[in-house]
């Protein structure tokens, strides 16, 4: 690309090919190989506990691959020979198993106490407790933190007692990692019993080396995105950065660009080219990649998204677990989604439209993902509460008169 000009329009086409959101998911079911595909362009799915849909990493694929079957996600990165792995890449993420050394650098860091406040000083003042642990995990083998359960415990789902913690620390320091999940906690083994051998022994870079490829990897899936974006995918440290991006652009990695009504510079890989149309419709996760960056969502699609799960319940505008709805080059509409699995209901809790949109249009190009989702949880019935100002259109298009029940 000669024009180093962008529209708003061309850079959101550019993002959402990059994100594997331009075309309408495949008509087959996809299977593990275009599976491990999708997250290699992807670099890292978001890990969450939230479940009242179905938990987030599952999403991701979801929206781009349609109604996949989940399983092949738990095999990719729970299975015997994964060729996913857990790690501190953007939050609690799941990133192919070929990034780890590129994590070392991190791991590192962790081990001389660059981490969160809390858990760094729990490593310094417990730190033959820790040992303990690691220990204790060489001679028995894969093991939880609830195996580990000592001293005081805290109310809720994090549960941290000493064990939980110092599992939390080497989990961080790369001594240990993530072997498989009971339900949604961790079990924990030695990387070399986990990972791949080619990717235990390969070498590991330099930090400085690490971080270009990273920020490298974070163009290529974010497509266009200025330096606090690209920062922002796998949680660079600031110090550093600012040289590490400009290196890229020295070697002609990547090249500055300007992107309409966006005031920072922004950055793309040179190889990149403009799509033309954008067909799909998505249902995001709020964990979704596209949208992790909310200040770069709302140049993009020029709308502000919200976590509002930690909003007091009266003060939410768009509800508990919201999923932004893509159609074509926009988001036109949000969701609050709840699987109810004992009555094998997905309940629609509000469905809001976005200004300017045809409730109508949206309401129909909805109405598929929806009974996709439905199927895909292994739900029977789609019941829409009327709330928010696309549920009418939405109840009249999706036809709840008969198999579908409204509430």
């Keep these: 690309m000669s024009d180093a000009t962008l529209s708003a329009r061309q850079a959101r086409r550019i993002a959402l090919k990059a994100q594997g959101l331009l075309r309408p998911a495949p008509a087959t079911p996809a299977d593990r190989n275009r599976f491990r595909r999708l997250v290699n362009d992807l670099g890292a799915i978001q890990i969450d506990s939230v479940n009242v849909l179905t938990r987030s990493h599952y999403l991701p694929g979801f929206s781009r691959l349609g109604p996949y079957a989940r399983d092949i996600l738990d095999t990719e990165a729970w299975g015997p020979k994964p060729s996913l792995f857990e790690y501190w890449g953007h939050e609690a993420s799941l990133m192919p198993v070929g990034l780890q050394p590129l994590f070392r650098w991190r791991m590192e860091r962790a081990r001389a106490g660059d981490l969160w406040s809390g858990l760094a000083r729990f490593g310094r003042e417990r730190a033959d407790f820790v040992a303990a642990v690691l220990r204790r995990i060489e001679t028995e083998g894969p093991l939880s933190g609830g195996d580990f359960a000592e001293g005081p415990r805290q109310a809720g789902w994090w549960n941290w007692s000493h064990g939980k913690r110092a599992m939390e620390w080497l ?237």
């Design 171 to 407: 989990f961080w320091a790369g001594l240990v990692t993530t072997q498989t999940r009971r339900g949604f906690e961790r079990v924990y083994d030695l990387p070399d019993r986990v990972l791949p051998r080619s990717v235990v022994d390969s070498p590991t870079p330099t930090e400085a080396e690490a971080q270009r490829e990273l920020i490298r990897i974070a163009a290529v899936a974010m497509g266009v995105a200025t330096s606090a974006d690209l920062r922002d995918y796998f949680r660079m440290p600031v110090a550093g950065f600012a040289s590490r991006l400009a290196e890229l652009v020295e070697e002609g990695a990547l090249l500055p660009v300007a992107v309409e009504s966006w005031q920072k510079t922004a950055f793309m890989a040179p190889s990149l080219s403009i799509p033309r149309r954008a067909e799909a419709t998505a249902l995001l996760s709020p964990f979704d990649n596209l949208i992790w960056r909310r200040e770069r969502a709302e140049r993009l699609f020029g709308t502000r998204i919200r976590l509002e799960i930690y909003t007091p319940a009266h003060l939410r505008e768009h509800g508990y677990y919201v999923l932004p709805f893509l159609m074509g080059d926009r988001i036109v509409a949000r969701v609050d989604l709840k699987a109810d699995r004992t009555s094998r209901v997905l309940r629609v809790q509000a469905a809001h439209l976005e200004p300017g949109e045809d409730p109508s249009v949206v309401a129909s190009a909805l109405a598929l993902p929806l009974a996709e989702m439905a199927d895909w949880l292994h739900l029977s019935d789609i019941a829409v509460i009327r709330k928010g100002d696309l549920s009418a259109a939405l109840s009249s298009t999706i036809g709840l008169d008969s198999a579908l029940r409204t509430a």
